[in-house]
């Protein structure tokens, strides 16, 4: 009886200690908790999801309905026609058409066929830790540290002034302004700089893939006899196959947007023979400076480029899904 009585009076509680909270008061916790961290998500959303909608969402659809519209400046009126796209093709001039399809493709093909093979080996010599990694991490990361404008700025200077009156004073050979469009080299220079400027977004994509493959499977193909070349094409590349399809399917829209640099270079005064769609597009947004009435065609444009780029997007999906390699 004794021992009875110890135990109760030892697990019930004394007169000033609080008893435990009931089961109703336990689920208020949980629900008032649940409530503040919906408030902090909320909070968090908020503004990313405006600004989709808004730079996003309503951009967009106010540019394809605009592509239907013509806007009378004087009166303000708006009427509604198709005559947008008939009045684009007029104002741009067949020569210019085709230039600007030519080095809109031929810079696309470059970047697709130089800088992704070279950004993968790169990625794959800093991933395997080999010498003389870390300094080649520096350089190409070097253009996504400064300011493009400084990059330009400096890259100019070396191609115009720099290296010609280097060659002539050491070899006393003469090389032309590789910058000016009259020599020829203009649009390959500045490939060669936007190529070298892509690397570090790439590599840093592309060794981020790498460094969550596990160390197994190349211990594995190692005792398996593979050599480095062996494992980087039947190992790495396999693995880090979704994101480099990623990369190559949104670079198709690339196509009609990427100006390689040469607002950059040249401001507004690009040669033609060097133009690109993106170049074109951007300078004709910036030279309407709120002419509205010019808007409408510029959208038109803009929309009939994304009706080539859709088949081409998805005709480049069907491709890396069909033929691309398997991580099994």
């Known amino acids: 009886m004794e021992e009875t009585s110890i135990r109760t009076e030892l697990c019930e509680p004394e007169g000033n200690a609080s008893p435990s909270p009931s089961g109703r008061e336990k689920k208020a916790s949980v629900l008032k908790g649940s409530q503040k961290d919906l408030i902090f998500y909320i909070a968090l959303m908020a503004w990313p999801v405006l600004q989709f909608i808004v ?12 592509a239907f519209q013509e806007i009378n400046v004087a009166t303000g009126i708006t009427t509604w026609t198709f005559q947008n796209f008939g009045n684009i093709i007029l104002e741009i001039s067949w020569a210019n058409f085709w230039t600007m399809t030519w080095n809109s493709v031929l810079s696309w093909a470059l970047l697709l066929v130089i800088s992704i093979p070279l950004g993968l080996l790169f990625s794959y010599y800093i991933y395997k830790k080999m010498p003389g990694s870390i300094f080649f991490r520096a350089v190409l990361f070097l253009p996504s540290i400064v300011s493009a404008i400084v990059m330009v700025t400096m890259f100019r200077y070396f191609a115009s002034s720099a290296m010609p009156s280097f060659f002539e004073d050491l070899f006393h050979v003469k090389i032309p302004n590789v910058l000016d469009p009259a020599t020829g080299y203009a649009f390959w220079t500045v490939m060669f700089y936007t190529i070298w400027v892509g690397f570090g977004t790439s590599v840093l994509m592309y060794s981020n893939g790498m460094s969550g493959i596990d160390p197994e499977l ?4 190692h005792i398996d006899g593979a050599t480095g070349i062996r494992e980087f094409w039947h ?12 990369f190559l399917i949104t670079s198709v829209a690339n196509i009609f947007i990427n100006q390689i640099n040469l607002y950059s270079f040249y401001g507004g005064a ?26 409408p065609r510029l959208a038109a444009f803009g929309l009939m480029l994304t009706a080539v780029a859709i088949p081409l997007t998805l005709f480049v999906r069907w491709l890396l899904e069909k033929f691309g390699p398997s991580e099994d």
């Open 55 to 66: 730079c996003y969402i309503w951009v967009n659809v106010s540019s394809f309905v605009m």
């Open 218 to 221: 190349a211990d594995a193909a």
């Open 235 to 246: 190992v790495t590349l396999p693995l880090v196959f979704p994101t480099l399809s990623v």
């Open 270 to 295: 690009a040669h033609s023979s060097i133009q690109t769609f993106g170049y074109y597009l951007y300078m004709a947004v910036k030279r309407a400076d709120g002419d509205y009435g010019t808007y």
